[in-house]
Each structure stands twice: as C-alpha cells, then as structure tokens.
C-alpha cells in the first residue's frame, strides 16, 4: 500500500541543485536507508518531504494529499510524519517528560495526565524513565536523541524521518540511539532513515536508496545494495573503493613509470610490502610480458582497486583482440608467478573483450 507518492522532485538553491528529479513511492511498512555522499540531497529529500524546505517544482502525495499543494495544512501533516533530527531539537528549559508532553497536549489535545502517562511509558521503552524530571543539558548526546525519539513517537505518526540520528553523537553512543530504531523497525512503523552506518542500514532496511547525481542513483534490497550493486559509483561507495586507472596503448609503453605509480598508490594506501610486491609482480608477469605481448589488444585498461571496508586489493585488465588467458594461455612461469601472488583469479571473454582479474594476496 503506497504511503508516499513521489513525483519529479526538484529542490535549487543559488549555486546548486541536491534534487534534479526523484521520483518513488514508500508502502506502509516500508523502511528505508538513505545513503550515499555527503551533498548529495539526502537530508534534504526528507525536508521536502515534511515541507520544512520548499521544492523547487514537483509534487509529494502522503496518504492520497497533495502536501506540495500551498493550501495544504502541514501542521496536520507533521502531526503523521515525525522527525527526528541529529541535533536533537529538545527544548532545554523543559523537562524530559515536559518535551514529550507538550506535542500531544496542544496538538492532539490530550490532558495533562494523560499525556503524563504516555510520556512516561515512552521514556520506560527507550530505557530512560529515571531521567524523566532531569533537563536536557543533564544528558549524554545518546540519552538526548532516544528522548527525542520517544518524543516522535508520542505523536503517533504514521511514519518516522530519521535525519541523521547518530551523526552528532560519540561513537560509544551510537548503538543505544540504533537500538531504539531496530526496536521501531520490528514493530513494523514505517520510516526513512538517511545514515552513514552502513551495517545498520543493511541489518534492519527492507529498501535502500543510494542518492548520488541529484537523485536516488541505485535503489533495491539490502542485499542488492550491499551485496551486488549494479551501478559502478554504487559499488566504490559501498566498497569505499581508491582506485588507480592506468591505460596502457602500445607494446612500448613506459612500463618503469606505471609500475612506480602502481608502488606508489600502494604504499599511499598502507600496503603491507609483501603485498605492493605481489601487485607489482602480477602487474609484470601477467600485463607486461603477457597481455602486452599479443596482437590487437590496445588499449588495456588496468584497474586496481583497494577497499577501506575489507582491505581487499584487486587488478583488473580489460583488453581486445583473440581470447588470451595469461594464467592458462602464458608463459608457464609467469602464470606460476601471478598463482603464488593470488587468492583468486577470474577471467572471461566475451563480444571479443577479455577480462582477467585477480585478488591480490596480502600479508
């Protein structure tokens, strides 16, 4: 069932556009993790979304109401669509239960006692009842975002917006705030979280949208996302790829430079030595005195890839002409050689492109 109807979103500001056109929709029960680099319209899709920033053009529909619409009434609105943001946003001369109270008492009308009695309820389920009659500067910044998630939830929305809700806290804090929305996610609200915890966002999503370009670039499963991306700036980001390109185009290419560059990028990237030899060795046996050597191939493009999230360093060479294996087609042994310096080696041929890939055996 479509909560939220997304329709050619656009968001400009004077010297640049975060939103150029998303379109999507969110079904009750949905939860979704916003992720991708930092500018590139995250935190405000979820503005637009509630009508704090305005959109350039485009429409929002939340439960079949056009809240784009000038003569929409947004206090209703937010009333259904909680946010919390990473700031907190508590109001430091009230109480704890006094924060939580006060939405239900002048928007929903709810007495004084009865509003009393949900807050404190709501205090007990974020774990935080005995901090009931302290003030805001008397909590940790963990303690103040599970407050102001109990505060959203006392509104009885019909879904949450996450802005971040662990960005400005202490390492050591962020679990107790990501606790309280794994609890959240289980009793099936229905919520849009924009999070750099990328493990987080896998364990507890049934959506991720990767934003990059001015939109949601990818979106899917957890473990489309997470396990096979599709689009390439998807895959580096999740990877958190460095990657160093080189294009070779002739037999006589400068190979002394392209192997320093390759040592370098290495060593920049705080390869144990073993494992710059063994990038620096494949790099030779398999591309130099391999690939190189045959007849139509130019230009290879050589691809090495280290990743921040596991450590893993691989090279990749795409070439043409006929198809040519180094390992099983080279020299006996230079295949040896790339052997010894591998975990794993690929290799297909396929519209008359070869790809040989290996994953660099680190020490």
């Excluded at 509003?115 to 404190?120: F, M, N, R, S």
Aim: with cysteine.
């Amino acid at each position: 069932m479509s909560m939220i109807q997304i329709q050619h979103l656009r968001k400009e500001y004077p010297n640049v556009t975060p939103l150029k056109d998303v379109c999507t929709e969110i079904n009750k029960g949905d939860i979704i993790s916003i992720i991708g680099p930092s500018g590139t319209g995250k935190s405000t899709l979820l503005r637009c979304l509630n009508q704090l920033e305005a959109p350039t053009s485009g429409k929002v529909i939340f439960e079949g109401e056009e809240i784009t619409n000038p003569k929409c009434k947004m206090e209703k609105i937010r009333q259904k669509m909680g946010m919390v943001f990473q700031s907190f946003n508590l109001f430091s001369n009230l109480t704890i239960i006094e924060n939580i109270m006060v939405g239900p008492m002048k928007l929903l009308k709810k007495s004084k006692q009865e509003a009393y009695e949900t807050g404190l309820e709501l205090l007990k389920r974020v774990g935080l009842a005995e901090k009931a009659d302290n003030y805001p500067d008397e909590l940790s910044g963990g303690q103040k975002q599970r407050v102001a998630i109990a505060r959203a939830i006392a509104m009885k929305p019909d879904v949450l917006l996450f802005d971040e809700p662990t960005s400005a806290l202490d390492p050591t804090m962020v679990g107790e705030v990501l606790q309280v929305i794994r609890s959240l996610a289980k009793e099936g609200m229905t919520m849009m979280i924009v999070t750099h915890e990328m493990k987080f966002a896998r364990d507890v999503s049934t959506r991720v949208f990767y934003m990059d370009e001015g939109g949601i670039y990818e979106e899917g499963t957890p473990e489309e996302i997470f396990g096979s991306p599709k689009k390439e700036r998807t895959r580096i980001f999740i990877k958190r790829l460095k990657q160093l390109p080189l294009i070779i185009d002739s037999t006589d290419f400068d190979f002394i430079s392209y192997s320093s560059k390759l040592e370098i990028f290495g060593r920049d990237n705080m390869l144990h030595d073993k494992t710059v030899n063994n990038l620096m060795l494949i790099f030779e046996e398999a591309v130099k005195l391999g690939i190189s050597a045959q007849d139509d191939v130019f230009p290879i493009n050589v691809m090495t890839e280290i990743s921040d999230t596991d450590g893993s360093v691989t090279l990749e060479a795409t070439y043409g002409g006929k198809r040519y294996d180094p390992v099983s087609d080279g020299d006996e042994l230079s295949s040896a050689i790339v052997k010894k310096c591998c975990h794993d080696i690929s290799f297909k041929y396929e519209g008359g492109t070869n790809t040989f890939k290996c994953d660099v055996k680190r020490d």
